[in-house]
C-alpha cells in the first residue's frame, strides 16, 4: 500500500526544471523523509537502455509510445511503488504528463491509446497510481527555443520545431488547468533564484 508521497517534475525541455531537484531533494532530506531521485524515460537499467534508445533512435510515434510506457513498467515495478510502500518521497523528473504533452500533444498519437496504457501501467480507480503533486515549469516557447539552442548536443526531441513546442506547452498547461488540486505551475521565465524561492515555497506546503 501507497504510504509515501509521489512528486513530479514536468515541462518543456529548456525550463529548467532539472535545475531546481537538487533543491527539492535537500528541502525534503531536511525533513528527515527518505527521497528517492529518479527519471523518466529511465530509472532503471532496463529504463535507461530505453531511453538511449528514445532519445537518439528515429521511431513510430506509437513505437515511441509503447517504449514510454514499458519503461515506466519496470519503472514502477522496481522503484516508484516499493519506495511508496515504505513511506519515502519519490521525486521523478517526467512521468506520464510528458507522454500526453510530447506523444500526444507533439506527435499526435491518439489520447485515447494513451489512456489505455496509463491505465494498464499505473492501474485505475481509487488504486491508481498518480502524482500527489506535479510543478510544472513553465516558460514560453521563444525563450525554450532559445535555451535549446544554447546548450550541448540536442536529443531527437530538442531538435523540434516550434510548433511541436507549442503544442507540448498547451498540452501541458490544459492538463493543469483540468487538475488544478495536482498541478502546481511554477512560472520559470524568470530569474534562477526567483524560481528557486517559488519551488521551495510549494516544497514547503507539501
Ligand atoms: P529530459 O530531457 O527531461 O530528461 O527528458 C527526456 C526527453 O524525453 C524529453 O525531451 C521529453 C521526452 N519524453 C517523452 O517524449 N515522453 C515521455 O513520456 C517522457 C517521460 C519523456
Known sequence: MKTGKFITLEGMDGAGKSTHILTIVAMLKARGVEVVSTREPGGTQLGEKLRALLLHEPMHPETETLLMFAARREHIAIVIAPALARGAYVLSDRFTDATYAYQCGGRGVDMYK??????????????????????????????SVQRLSDARTPDKFERENAE??????????????????????????????????LVEEIIATL
Open 114 to 143: 494513451i489512456e489505455l496504457l496509463e491505465q494498464w501501467v499505473q492501474g485505475s480507480g481509487v488504486n491508481a497510481l498518480q502524482p500527489d503533486v506535479t510543478l510544472l515549469f513553465d516558460v514560453p516557447v521563444e525563450v
Open 164 to 197: 511541436f513546442f507549442h503544442q507540448l506547452r498547451s498540452t501541458y498547461l490544459t492538463r493543469a488547468a483540468n487538475d488544478p488540486a495536482r498541478f502546481r505551475v511554477v512560472d520559470a521565465n524568470q530569474s534562477l533564484e526567483r524560481v528557486k524561492k
